[in-house]
T-cell receptor, first 117, second 108 residues
Framework: DTEVTQTPKHLVMGMTNKKSLKCEQH?????MYWYKQKAKKPPELMFV???????INESVPSRFSPECPNSSLLNLHLHALQPEDSALYLC????????????????FGAGSRLTVL | EDKVVQSPLSLVVHEGDTVTLNCSYE??????LLWYKQEKKAPTFLFML????IEKKSGRLSSILDKKELFSILNITATQTGDSAVYLC????????FGTGTRLQVFP
């Protein structure tokens, strides 16, 4: 299995809803990432988990809450979002998240397209 | 602040043309440079470059890195309509920092 699987593919939610995005990989990768991508812009890093611990939080608002229950799963919990949070949310994984991981390639999922009304 | 800049922002060519996409960077703690192709959704990996002057090649695509001048180029020869996509350059530090992307459109 060489894929990163994201669910749901599309999500529409109101500003008062609570929802979650899910990401799964079975490649034995130990680093997992959340990126946000707005239309016609490059992906922007949100969070990095390395060996199931949060290692990078790019000053993301607390209405986004990541969770890494185990080495294969990564969730992004959403609460009280704003319309400007509408975007494509990409999950990625890489072999290793440690200091020696600089040469590792990120494998991306197909993304979850989120619309906040 | 770490920065990755790509040029041109967009490019329109005819099938059979050769294109060169540019990526320059200013980062601390450079580890590698990666090229991705993004069509509709997930960026798909093309190349990873860590050493200067060594060309990576895959079919009609090739790429090279210059660590002294801090840039990389991606060449596509004999372009096809299926090459139409956004090409993203990304530099790996302790994170992966993406450039602005080059949108390539190849017309028959």
């Amino acid at each position: 299995d060489t894929e990163v699987t994201q669910t749901p593919k599309h999500l529409v939610m109101g500003m008062t809803n609570k929802k979650s995005l899910k990401c799964e990989q079975h490649m034995g990768h130990r680093a997992m990432y959340w990126y946000k991508q707005k239309a016609k812009k490059p992906p922007e890093l949100m969070f990095v988990y390395s060996y199931e611990k949060l290692s990078i939080n790019e000053s993301v608002p607390s209405r986004f809450s990541p969770e890494c229950p185990n080495s294969s799963l990564l969730n992004l919990h959403l609460h009280a979002l704003q319309p400007e949070d509408s975007a494509l949310y990409l999950c990625a994984s890489s072999q290793d998240g440690g200091p020696s991981s600089g040469a590792n390639v990120l494998t991306f999922g197909a993304g979850s397209r989120l619309t906040v009304l | 602040e770490d920065k990755v800049v790509q040029s041109p922002l967009s490019l329109v060519v005819h099938e059979g043309d050769t294109v060169t996409l540019n990526c320059s960077y200013e980062v601390t703690n450079f580890r590698s440079l990666l090229w991705y192709k993004q069509e509709k959704k997930a960026p798909t990996f093309l190349f990873m470059l860590t050493s200067s002057g060594i060309e990576k090649k895959s079919g009609r695509l090739s790429s090279i890195l210059d660590k002294k001048e801090l840039f990389s180029i991606l060449n596509i020869t004999a372009t096809q309509t299926g090459d139409s996509a956004v090409y993203l350059c990304a530099v790996r530090t302790d994170k992966l920092i993406f450039g602005t992307g080059t949108r390539l459109q190849v017309f028959p």
